[in-house]
């Protein structure tokens, strides 16, 4: 099993960068792929992005695409999500989410575990 605690969000003006972190906790840290989801107020929750084990594989959802990336640094349990050129539709509370394996963890599926999530307010 795995805890996730989420950090960095705040409120920023559209064109402004954030960075997210989420520590893990546990040894396994490497084996789990990873991902960042959203939700917005009144709407469903929506994947961001999701990167392999290892770090050698990420996906994004189109919409920001060349905007947001996703990283990890395993040997400090910790994912992260740097966020440029905000819009005020990225509003959401984030959150990351890990995956024990499956066959769409980078779609958004097979996810097993999340943190509490953190609120990005952008404002325009």
């Known amino acids: 099993q795995v805890q996730l605690v989420e950090s960095g969000g705040g409120l920023v003006q559209a064109g402004d960068s954030l960075r997210l972190s989420c520590a893990a906790s546990?040894?396994?840290?490497?084996?789990?792929?990873m991902g960042w989801f959203r939700q917005a107020p009144g709407k469903e929750r929506e994947f961001v992005a999701a990167?392999?084990?290892?770090?050698?594989?990420?996906y994004y959802v189109d919409s920001v695409k060349g905007r947001f990336t996703i990283s990890r640094d395993n040997a400090k349990n910790t994912l992260y999500l740097q966020m440029n050129r905000l819009k005020p539709e990225d509003t959401a509370v984030y959150y990351c989410?890990?995956?024990?394996?499956?066959?769409?963890?980078?779609?958004?599926?097979?996810?097993?575990?999340w943190g509490q999530g953190t609120q990005v307010t952008v404002s325009s």
């Open positions: 989410e890990a995956s024990r394996g499956g066959t769409g963890w980078y779609k958004g599926y097979d996810y097993n575990y």
């Open positions: 546990g040894r396994t840290f490497n084996t789990y792929a």
């Open positions: 990167i392999s084990g290892r770090g050698g594989s990420t």
